[in-house]
């Protein structure tokens, strides 16, 4: 095992020479903390391991008590960050590796534990417990979420598909939004950047008598770090909740809450495309379009509600409903030969979603029980016209799933998870052809097909914590991804869902007042593993089971009250285990260093180092004819003074003007931007 975790003999397992220190960063961390544990020093405003979540288990509990490697970012954490985006926040924590197009958070997502090119449909996210992730291949559209609305973010990475089901394979990213305060209040930011950089964003809210409301607005303009890479993007949100336990009958109901937020999203944007090996390197002809004239337009609207109710000894109960409204339009490889109607793709989705939730709680002798049921149903209709494919797809899909969920506690110190999943899927499928009659062109319906599959999926969890300062955990898990729509419409006969088993263990431990780390091992077995296939130039199941293994430590050590240090680092290792080959885009090395230091009370300097290593192109298969994708690294510096309700600040990303891209295909790469500066102003009221 030590072989697999720690290999020996390959370039790909160094880092270069002034660099290696920050791989072994948290280790250092590890000793330092041990060192010092029995010094003082004033609280810290969390520690980690007492921070509470609900995405693991959908019910409230600490981080010590759940048996996944779980991060936690606060609201306070996001406004502190260097990142101003929220993949790149993502990033920065352990395990989490971004991969990024046109460097904005557009085409922009996550991968967690090693899912490669498939990261966006085996990396669940959601908001507020809506999933994000669309019905094609597109992944959760991150632009759609202005990151001063964010609460906080919770990452559980591992197998989580007896709670989430389907694509909750890599981890589940759940995104949490703000409510508004108790009393009314607001506030009014604005930035401006390099690339004609321009963000402007207005929030507020309040509490008055059972009514608690948050809205917010904001708009977001840049040229792009290349040609024909801008992105106009405009969001609006709305947030409320209800208290009816005044009007409900107390002796039924305990308490009684209504919620029902609303968000709306819009954006244009240029697709600069690729640009190929030899252009990477050179300042100018990597900033290069090509394709100049291709843009994108997208316009989406989601709305949940529902009611939370608390029966007293009978338990609690939730019910909710959600929709999703995804319209979009796009032109690829334009050319001035055709009128610009006739070169452009649409899209069009809208899911409907309904799930039901009951808890109990219970007791017999020394054991505490909890359980957990439910129930969940979505539909969706999906249509999109691929004008220079000259095909039409058309799906529509339902899902229906039962779980359960029951946790046993011994006193303080140990519980259990026990947890299953019975999923059922239906969709119906036909491509059409657009063909022309007699100089008129008209779509052609192609023969419907249908899929119909079972899955069922199954966990165990042990937390045994010894003492408050420590947590073990140890977890097995079975996950399953069933293809989605694009795969499906060009896909071999038998595509299928993949299934896999997961195994988890970890060390939380929190050194008396100064400093806690944290670290995992995970083996992931993946069969039937669904990925494109670039040289049959279809979708299909692997023969090849891939294996991953890993290993993620973080530690967060309080030197004094005004000065912390954070770091991380994370080994991968995803491989085919027949020819024994590497999973494409997967880098078996990845870590991060921050400091945060406030060398007055009113201002905050924070810095973050990150390293990525080496991968593999996104077409290589096995024949590594294509050259890998080299690692980079890069350190953002962000100051902040805060004077009363008014905040200003400025930030450089990328100090050190590295070039370098975060994906690539068949040489192809999609350059991030070099140095960039930002300043604002931000007046909170």
């Known amino acids: 095992m030590r072989g697999d975790f720690f290999p020996a003999g390959s370039r790909r397992t160094g880092f270069p020479g002034p660099w290696r220190g920050l791989l072994l960063l948290p280790g250092?961390?590890?000793?330092?903390?041990?060192?010092?544990?029995?010094?003082?020093?004033?609280?810290?405003?969390?520690?980690?391991?007492?921070e509470v979540v609900?995405?693991?288990?959908?019910?409230?509990?600490?981080?010590?008590?759940?048996?996944?490697?779980?991060?936690?970012?606060?609201?306070?954490?996001?406004?502190?960050?260097?990142?101003?985006?929220?993949?790149?926040?993502?990033?920065?924590?352990?395990?989490?590796?971004?991969?990024s197009l046109f460097g904005t958070d557009k085409?922009?997502?996550?991968?967690?534990?090693?899912?490669?090119?498939?990261?966006?449909s085996n990396v669940l996210v959601l908001v507020d417990g809506f999933r994000l992730n669309p019905a094609d291949l597109a992944g959760p559209d991150f632009s759609t979420l202005p990151i001063d609305e964010i609460e906080r973010i919770e990452i559980v990475r591992g197998a989580n598909a007896v709670l989430y089901g389907s694509g909750a394979v890599g981890g589940v990213v759940n995104i949490i939004t703000k409510r508004g305060a108790a009393k009314p209040s607001g506030s009014l930011y604005g930035a401006y950047g390099s690339y004609g950089t321009f963000d402007?964003?207005?929030?507020?809210?309040?509490?008055?008598?059972?009514?608690?409301?948050?809205?917010?607005?904001?708009?977001?303009?840049?040229?792009?770090?290349?040609?024909?890479?801008?992105?106009?993007?405009?969001?609006?949100g709305l947030r409320a909740r209800y208290d009816l336990s005044g009007w409900a009958n107390r002796d039924l109901f305990r308490g009684l809450l209504a919620h029902l937020s609303a968000a709306y999203h819009t954006d244009r944007q240029g697709l600069p495309g690729g640009v190929p090996i030899e252009d990477i390197d050179s300042s100018s002809?990597?900033?290069?379009?090509?394709?100049?004239?291709?843009?994108?337009?997208?316009?989406?609207?989601?709305?949940?509600?529902?009611?939370?109710?608390?029966?007293?000894?009978?338990g609690a109960l939730r019910l909710f409903g959600g929709l999703r409204d995804r319209a979009g339009d796009y032109?690829?490889?334009?050319?001035?030969?055709?009128?610009?109607?006739?070169?452009?793709?649409?899209?069009?989705?809208?899911?409907?979603?309904?799930?039901?939730?009951?808890?109990?709680?219970?007791?017999?002798?020394?054991?505490?029980h909890t359980l957990q049921l439910g129930a969940e149903a979505a539909s969706t209709e999906y249509v999109t016209e691929r004008l220079d494919q000259r095909e039409r797809k058309n799906s529509d899909l339902a899902h229906g799933a039962?779980?359960?969920?029951?946790?046993?506690?011994?006193?303080?110190?140990?519980?259990?998870?026990?947890?299953?999943?019975?999923?059922?899927?239906?969709?119906?499928?036909?491509?059409?052809?657009?063909?022309?009659?007699?100089?008129?062109?008209?779509?052609?319906?192609?023969?419907?097909f249908h899929k119909r599959f079972r899955d069922l999926a199954g966990q165990a969890g042990l937390v045994w914590t010894p003492r408050q300062e420590t947590s073990l955990f140890a977890a097995v898990a079975t996950s399953f991804r069933i293809p989605n729509v694009d795969e499906f419409a060009l896909a071999e006969d038998d595509l299928k869902p993949q299934h896999g088993r997961h195994v988890d263990l970890g060390w939380r431990e929190r050194w008396g007042r100064r400093a806690e780390t944290g670290i995992a091992l995970f083996w992931v077995d993946i069969e039937d593993e669904i990925a494109f296939d670039p040289n049959l130039r279809l979708n299909r199941n692997y023969e090849e089971t891939t294996r991953r293994l890993g290993a993620e430590l973080s530690a967060r050590l309080f030197?004094?009250?005004?000065?912390?240090?954070?770091?991380?680092?994370?080994?991968?290792?995803?491989r085919f285990l027949d020819p024994g080959r590497d999973v494409p885009l997967v880098p078996r090395h990845s870590a991060n260093l921050g400091l945060e230091w406030r060398p007055v009370e009113a201002l905050t300097i924070s810095v973050l180092g990150a390293f990525v290593g080496d991968r593999e192109d996104g077409s290589s298969l096995g024949s590594r004819r294509f050259a890998e994708i080299d690692g980079y690294r890069t350190v953002d510096l962000k100051l902040a003074y805060t004077w009363r309700g008014l905040k200003v600040f400025g930030g450089v990303n990328n100090l050190f003007d590295e070039r370098y891209a975060t994906a690539a295909f068949s040489e192809t790469y999609y350059p991030m931007p070099t140095r960039n500066f930002y300043g604002g102003l931000q007046w909170s009221f």
């Open 28 to 50: 250092l961390l590890w000793a330092a903390a041990a060192v010092c544990a029995a010094a003082q020093a004033p609280p810290p405003e969390r520690f980690a391991m007492e």
């Open 54 to 99: 609900v995405t693991a288990s959908r019910l409230e509990e600490e981080v010590r008590e759940t048996p996944r490697n779980v991060t936690v970012i606060t609201a306070a954490d996001i406004a502190r960050a260097t990142s101003n985006f929220v993949p790149e926040l993502l990033a920065r924590e352990a395990g989490v590796v971004l991969r």
């Open 107 to 120: 085409n922009a997502g996550v991968d967690i534990r090693g899912m490669g090119e498939t990261a966006a």
């Open 200 to 236: 402007a964003r207005a929030s507020g809210g309040g509490s008055a008598g059972d009514l608690n409301l948050a809205l917010n607005a904001s708009s977001f303009d840049t040229d792009g770090y290349r040609q024909n890479g801008g992105l106009e993007k405009k969001d609006a």
């Open 285 to 314: 002809r990597r900033r290069k379009s090509s394709s100049p004239r291709d843009v994108a337009q997208t316009d989406e609207a989601r709305l949940r509600t529902g009611v939370e109710a608390d029966l007293g000894r009978a």
């Open 331 to 368: 032109v690829l490889g334009y050319t001035p030969l055709k009128p610009k109607s006739r070169q452009t793709s649409t899209l069009d989705e809208t899911t409907l979603t309904l799930e039901a939730g009951w808890v109990l709680d219970w007791g017999t002798g020394p054991l505490a």
């Open 402 to 448: 039962l779980f359960a969920l029951h946790r046993t506690r011994w006193g303080d110190r140990v519980s259990l998870d026990l947890g299953g999943r019975a999923h059922l899927f239906r969709g119906a499928f036909r491509n059409d052809d657009l063909v022309s009659f007699g100089g008129t062109e008209r779509w052609v319906n192609g023969e419907k």
């Open 559 to 574: 030197l004094t009250d005004r000065l912390t240090l954070r770091g991380n680092a994370a080994y991968t290792r995803a």
